[in-house]
């Protein structure tokens, strides 16, 4: 279903020769002498970061005829905490979030979903809550605003006062651009829901996300009701 907004944008986007790099995910101009400087910094150092060659000893909580889920936790070897790291900036970097601190590092869990390719295409960092505020539901968009309107408005989601208990809290959860709509984040979610406490299996109210995208919040939306 396209828009009148959508037909203005692909429009603008032919006219300035974007195209969407068929290896990293990155949009950009052909036409543009900086934008194919910026495409080729990215390019491989993305690349790079999401390259997984495999180690001696790897926690696989979950395998599927696509690909596999590894879980890291803060105390394992280097080599697996700063892979879990650098592919926790690349999400941070695409969320927008300036600071890379986790609210508590100690207990962060990172699942990350490594493909047949051998690429991490997905992550999602888990962490011991105790309480979550739950995000109130929006109206539907009105007719007569523009979806960048809509979207901004909508970043600042109005949170319930009232807390509510949770055990685990999603501080982040990402999904390469070109994998997206695969059922990668829910699995990831599925897994986290049966390895994060050791023993038992965790229902959706007992996991909360932190401060939700509007693609986070399409999401978690579907996920919560299926
Ligand atoms: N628009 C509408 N519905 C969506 C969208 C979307 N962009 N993404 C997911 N859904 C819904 C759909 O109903 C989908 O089912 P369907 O494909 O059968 O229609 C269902 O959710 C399940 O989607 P998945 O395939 O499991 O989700 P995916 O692997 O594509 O990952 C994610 C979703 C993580 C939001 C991805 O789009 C992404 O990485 N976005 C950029 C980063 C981001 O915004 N992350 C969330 C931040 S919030 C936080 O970190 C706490
Ligand atoms: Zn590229």
């Not at 070897?77 to 790291?85: G, L, S």
């Not at 997206?180 to 050791?198: C, E, Q």
Request: with cysteine.
């Amino acid at each position: 279903k396209q828009t009148d907004n959508q037909l203005i944008i692909d429009a603008g986007q032919k006219q300035f020769g974007a195209t969407t790099c068929g290896s990293c995910g990155m949009l950009y101009s052909t036409d543009s002498p900086e934008d194919n400087f910026q495409h080729t910094q990215f390019h491989q150092r993305f690349l790079d970061t999401i390259k997984f060659v495999g180690w001696k000893k790897e926690r696989v909580v979950a395998e599927f005829w696509d690909g596999k889920i590894i879980l890291v936790l803060p105390e394992d070897p280097k080599y697996a905490t700063k892979k879990a790291e650098d592919v926790r900036r690349i999400a941070d970097s695409e969320l927008g979030f300036q600071q890379i601190t986790l609210s508590s590092p100690s207990s962060a869990k990172t699942y990350l979903f490594i493909n047949s390719d051998r690429m991490v295409v997905g992550c999602l960092v888990a962490e011991n809550i105790r309480q979550a505020f739950r995000v109130l539901e929006q109206p539907e968009k009105p007719k007569d605003i523009n979806k960048e309107d809509f979207m901004e408005r909508h970043r600042a989601w109005c949170c319930s006062t009232v807390p509510e208990k949770a055990i685990c809290g999603v501080s982040r959860i990402w999904v390469f651009s070109l994998m997206r709509r695969k059922s990668i984040a829910t699995r990831l979610l599925d897994t986290v829901r049966n390895t994060f406490m050791y023993g038992s299996h965790l229902t959706k109210e007992e996991i909360a996300f932190s401060d939700p995208t509007p693609e986070g919040k399409l999401f978690a939306t579907k996920y919560c009701d299926t």
